[in-house]
């Protein structure tokens, strides 16, 4: 079997970009026999970015009963909250110790921080925590423990995983063949959804549409998605839309035939945003109900994450004895 893990960082509410990028395949993934899944809920990672407590549990909150109320079955999953698995952090000390710094100076965003601060006239380090900094040793960690061979993920994470493969080539060159190298699964059908103004959806860039928004929030976000000024009836170029490129995400082949056609014989922009909230109103209609009542009883969120923890210590506990063993920290004898 093919073990195929991915995690979101617990930083904000989850949008209509972590839907279709991650949460929406990685569901698809875990439904096929060829695949053990683990998913989790990245909270260590969420420390870097996110110094407020309150904000931190919310998102953690939100994102579990986001995965749970789009149907993932955490009979087949193994579904848990990353602070649970009590070895990462000690798995990802051995692994720092394996780690070049050379390799940590390259990567992006530590390189961009660095960037922000030269050109804001600052010292390079300036406001630069070593969390940022050994960012990607945890996430290799993260992959690492449970030996996962296949790591969905965007564009953007690509790098963290070739990272992960270069820490665990080294360490298995050091101690023996421990580690499988994982490999980023990128799916270029699946292009980076863009936001309410056409650049990347992203929670830094405060241009999501949340995916579980009510009805009336939904429909008023759609309708802020930029679009530019044409005169009624003029066709509009699909290409450069982001209403079009949502509507692709969201539609089926025919649908998206449909829609192109619409656009050549100058659909209105209200029109065609009236039906993109339908699109994803009805897809998304009933795991909102769901989300909503999960929210309302957060018991049975914490309930699933702790049977998913258990799962996941089943294989990170004795994983990590043995690595302990292989490096010489041992019971004295
Ligand atoms: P994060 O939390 O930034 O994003 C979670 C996933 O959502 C994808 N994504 C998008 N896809 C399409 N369009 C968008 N607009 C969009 N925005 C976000 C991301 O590519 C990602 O797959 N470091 C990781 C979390 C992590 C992890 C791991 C992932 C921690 N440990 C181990 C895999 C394996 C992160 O910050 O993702």
Same mark, same amino acid.
């Given at each position: ?33 060829? #695949? ?14 996110? =110094?407020?407590?309150?904000?931190? =549990? ?15 079955? !955490?009979? #087949? ?5 990353? %602070? ?70 965007? @564009?953007?994470?690509?790098? =963290? ?21 994982? /490999? ?24 999501? *549409?949340?995916?579980?928004? !009510? ?6 976000? *759609? #309708?802020?998605? @930029?679009? #530019? ?12 839309? !982001? ?14 035939? /449909? ?12 029109? %065609? ?6 699109? *994803? ?50 019971? *004295?004898?």
């Amino acid at each position: 079997k093919q073990r195929v893990l991915t995690g979101i960082t617990t930083t904000g509410t989850p949008h209509l970009g972590n839907y279709v990028g991650a949460i929406r395949p990685a569901i698809a993934a875990s439904q096929d026999e060829n #695949n053990q899944s683990f998913y989790f809920l990245a909270d260590y990672h969420a420390l870097i970015k996110c =110094h407020d407590p309150e904000q931190v =549990h919310q998102s953690t909150r939100e994102i579990a009963a986001t995965w749970l109320a789009l149907g993932l079955n !955490t009979d #087949n999953v193994v579904f848990y909250r990353q %602070s649970d698995i009590v070895e990462i952090p000690e798995l990802t000390w051995l692994l720092t110790c394996q780690t070049a710094k050379g390799l940590m100076n390259r990567a992006h965003a530590y390189k961009a921080a660095v960037d922000a601060n030269r050109d804001d006239g600052q010292d390079s380090d300036f406001g630069i925590t070593m969390g940022l900094y050994s960012y990607p040793v945890l996430m290799a960690a993260d992959i690492l423990m449970f030996n996962a061979n296949k790591v969905p993920v965007g @564009k953007d994470q690509i790098q =963290h995983i070739e990272m992960a493969r270069d820490i665990a080539a080294r360490f298995n060159h050091h101690y023996g063949e421990h580690f499988a190298l994982p /490999e980023a699964v990128v799916d270029d059908n699946v292009a980076v959804l863009q936001g309410l103004d056409g650049r990347k959806m992203s929670k830094s860039y405060g241009n999501t *549409i949340p995916l579980f928004l !009510t009805e009336k929030q939904l429909k008023k976000h *759609i #309708n802020k998605i @930029k679009t #530019n000024l044409l005169e009624p009836g003029e066709p509009k170029d699909p290409d450069t839309s !982001t209403v079009f490129q949502i509507w692709q995400a969201f539609a089926t082949p025919e649908q998206t035939a /449909e829609m192109r056609q619409a656009f050549a014989d100058g659909i209105a922009w209200g029109e %065609s945003k009236k039906q993109l909230f339908e699109l *994803i109103n009805g897809q998304i209609g009933e795991a909102r109900e769901r989300y909503n009542e999960l929210l309302a009883n957060p018991a049975q969120i914490e309930v699933e994450l702790e049977k998913g923890a258990e799962k996941a210590r089943a294989y990170s506990a004795p994983f990590l004895e043995k690595l302990r063993e292989a490096v010489g920290i041992r019971k *004295i004898r």
